[in-house]
Each structure stands twice: as structure tokens, then as C-alpha cells.
């Protein structure tokens, strides 16, 4: 018989509060008796939160070995793409230091046969280097304005996209299920002296879903 590594728990049934909606998850314990593994994954106890309705972990507290200090990981937008659930946007802050890391998916594919895609995804149209005419699809991340070039500011945006080519003409169909709008500097940063005015963020219900269409073609010398 093998050693056990860990001695894993369900301690109770608990609900997490989010304002999308409450989540009733398992809180479970996992105590590592193992020195390499602890060694190697430099915590020595984990608190994990595990969603009943689709047994996804949204939330977790690791206990460092080293010092007194605690990870704490939670996924703050979880959605279903293709059957699978996936993390769209988790954050990990280390107590008490108080250090905070976000962690955002921004493109995640799935493609078909017939070269549909679904997920989160950037789409770019136009050729602009630094003007956006028609590159509107994706929101950007402004929270350091002038320091980030334009490819890494897009933030991906949950769509479906389908492609049909013939000749030299491409036209792309795309359904926007995602409403992600573009973030901003923090108030009193030194990007940003005046608050932002409240504004009214529609849901990503199906009411809300976007439709965008494009017709492109590249011919000899020339571009349509």
C-alpha cells in the first residue's frame, strides 16, 4: 500500500453570496502529510469551495508553510462554453500583505469542422495601425493608457463567429453573447483625477445579444 499524501474532508455546506446570484458549494479540507509535496507546492493545508450544482472549484485558501500568510483564490466570472466550464476571470490575494493579482481569460476557442468558432475570442477588422474605425468589436484594458500597444490592450469577448469563404471575399457572420466593456484607470491614480460618472451596464441576457456582420475582399493592389 502507498502512502496517503493527503487527508481531504468535506467540513460543511455553506452558500457563497455574489451579486449575480448566490452559489451553494462543499467547503472541503486537504491536509498534504506528505514533505515532498508539501515542499513542492509550499503550502501545508488548502480550503477548497466547490460549486453542488456543477462541482466547479470557485474558490479556494491555501496556507502558505513558510509564514503565516494565506492565498486566496476566487473565480469571479465562471461561464459555460460548449458544455465546459470555464474561468473567465479569477483573482489571488495573499494575506495579510494584502497583494492582489487578477488573473482574465481572454481568448478560449472552440472550432467546428465547417470553421465556426465559439468562445472568447479577439477579432480585429480594419488594418489601423493606431486608429480604431471598425475595430470595435473588443473592449480595451486603459487602465495605463500610453504604455501597452494596441495588441495587448484588446480584451476578449465571448462570440460566436462563422467564416464562409469564396473566391478572394470572406464574410463573417459573429453573435456577441458577452456585454465587456472597456476598463479605465483607478480614481486617484496617476492616470486618473476625476471619478467616473455611474453608468448602466446591460446584462448579458439574451435581450442584449449583439449581431456583427462583415464583407471583406483582397484583391491585387487593392483591398475592399
Known sequence: MGKTLSVVAVLKETTIKRKRGNEAVWVIESLLNNQAIIDEADYTKSILYVRKDNYVL??????????????????????????????????????????KHELNLNEL?????????IGRQIVVWGRSDSIRITDVLNPLDNRMPGLVGIKNLRLGRLM????YYFDKLNLSMIVL????????????????????????????????????????????????
Open 177 to 224: 453573447h458577452e456585454n465587456r466593456f472597456s476598463k479605465t484607470a483607478a480614481y486617484g491614480s496617476d492616470f486618473k483625477i476625476s471619478a467616473d460618472k455611474p453608468v448602466n451596464k446591460p446584462s448579458n441576457a439574451l435581450d442584449n445579444t449583439g449581431v456583427a456582420l462583415s464583407f471583406t475582399g483582397i484583391f491585387e493592389g487593392y483591398d475592399l
Open 58 to 99: 470557485v474558490r479556494a485558501k491555501f496556507y502558505l508553510k513558510k509564514s503565516k500568510r494565506v492565498k486566496c483564490m476566487d473565480v469571479r466570472k465562471l461561464a459555460q462554453i460548449n458544455g465546459i466550464w470555464v474561468a473567465m476571470q479569477t483573482t489571488m490575494t495573499t494575506t495579510p500583505k494584502g497583494y
Open 160 to 163: 460566436s463567429k462563422l467564416d
Open 109 to 117: 476557442i472552440l472550432e467546428g469542422s465547417i470553421n465556426p468558432k
